[in-house]
């Protein structure tokens, strides 16, 4: 029986992280897969964190189950962030946590689809694994521009998604530091986005992957805020990974914000039945931590402070490169104001090929490069063999 399988291909991205392994070559440079790196190419557990696996592992009395909702503390933790002084929403929003910010977007839109979700409009390029994700669940996807060759959103695109979408149609927003690409939409143009969604009912999902990695945590909510205040109902899936800098833990959570709030019970209920047939409940460790650095105010002001010099340090590198003007035939100067891990540079896949055969600099195939993978030791080199290649 097992012969009818066909062979798939490694996901692409996850790949490159064993293929960066295995080079020898000591001036090797990981643009690839999304982790953080420090100014030396490191990717060290936050101090903040490491505090709180400590306290984690002395107090913790139990390792019993906790449910499919997973640890609420942390959930409910995170809410004052993601959605502001009023955390629920008048009592509208409720969380639990998921596998990851994947098990969040999966649950989003199984649970989306339980409700009728027959299509979900989303820009491209995107993360891979959105419409992975689709796909597995055999949701259509309907794709829009996400970008234009200038550096820009494409804003119009979007709008034309949202106005034209059908009844049972929901769309896939990046909440910020839109991963590939960087490209965010301005306030103004979320303002627009909120509009169009209030006047269409059309119902969204946010990702927010990147919380604080734009231009702080307030700042990276903006919009979200926009399209929560303007729409009855949505869906927000959310990963630590990036600003916890909690990877292989798998710490996400998912919010639903509903009508009123006695929607939350049924909408929940399904939630839980999805989750426990997917991953039955998710894993504790991550939430755990996350919930100990929220919860305490002096390990929040570390935590904070951490995510500060993340940040600083990438817009310095976006800074650097943008300063070096156009390198061959890619014009880098719209990566200043561009936000977050990731930008896209117009190269080809022989290009990016090159890149990694001649020069050992790994990046994605679609010409994502992470940005916090140069660092002052190796950005020179890059921007030059970047020129070299496609010049
Ligand atoms: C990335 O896009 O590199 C990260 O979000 C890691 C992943 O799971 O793909």
Redesign the pocket.
């Known amino acids: 029986m097992l012969e009818r399988l066909t062979s798939q291909p490694p996901d692409a ?2 790949a490159l992280i064993k293929m960066y392994a295995a080079d020898e070559r000591p001036d090797k440079v990981d643009l690839g ?2 982790v953080y790196r420090t100014g030396q190419g490191d990717t060290p557990v936050f101090a903040a964190v490491k505090r709180a696996e400590q306290k984690l592992v002395d107090e913790q009395d139990s390792k019993s189950y906790l449910g499919p909702e997973g640890d609420m503390g942390f959930v409910e933790a995170l809410m004052p962030y993601i959605f502001g002084s009023d955390a629920t929403m008048g009592g509208r929003v409720q969380g639990m946590q998921t596998p990851g910010g ?1 098990g969040a977007v999966r649950l989003a839109v199984a649970l989306a689809q339980r409700a009728g979700i027959e299509r979900i409009h989303m820009g491209t390029p995107s ?1 891979p ?1 959105h419409a992975q994700i689709l796909s597995d669940i055999a949701l259509e996807m309907v794709p829009f521009s996400h970008s234009k060759a200038d550096g820009s959103a494409d804003i119009e695109s979007l709008l034309a998604a949202i106005k034209g979408a059908q009844p049972n149609d929901a769309v896939l927003l990046h909440g910020s530091c839109h ?1 590939p690409t960087g490209i965010d939409y301005t306030p103004e143009e979320w303002a627009a986005i909120a509009d169009a969604f209030a006047q269409t009912g059309v119902f969204p999902i946010i990702d927010l ?1 990147y919380q604080g990695l734009g231009h702080g945590m307030e700042e990276d909510v903006v919009g979200l805020h926009k399209v929560l205040a303007a729409v009855p109902e949505a869906f927000v899936a959310y990963s630590c ?1 990036k600003n916890f800098g909690l990877y292989r833990d798998r710490v996400g959570a998912f919010y639903a914000m509903t009508r009123t709030p006695d929607d939350l019970a049924t909408v929940f209920s399904n939630a839980n039945a999805l989750a426990r047939a997917s991953w039955s409940m998710p894993p504790d460790h991550g939430g755990a931590v996350v919930r100990l650095v929220l919860c305490d105010p002096e390990l929040t002001a570390v935590w904070q402070d951490e995510l500060t010099q993340m940040r600083d340090r990438m817009r310095q590198v976006r800074a650097r490169l943008a300063e070096a003007g156009v390198a061959g035939s890619v014009d880098l100067r719209p990566l200043a104001d561009q936000n977050g891990l990731f930008a896209m540079l117009s190269v080809t896949p022989d290009q990016v090929k090159q890149l990694r055969e001649e020069h050992a600099i790994y990046m994605a195939g679609s010409g994502r490069i ?1 940005i916090a993978g140069l660092h002052m030791g190796n950005i020179d080199k890059f921007i030059a063999a970047l020129t070299a290649v496609t010049g």
């Open positions: 991205l996850l897969v999304g994947t993360w694994n991963n992957a990974d992470n």
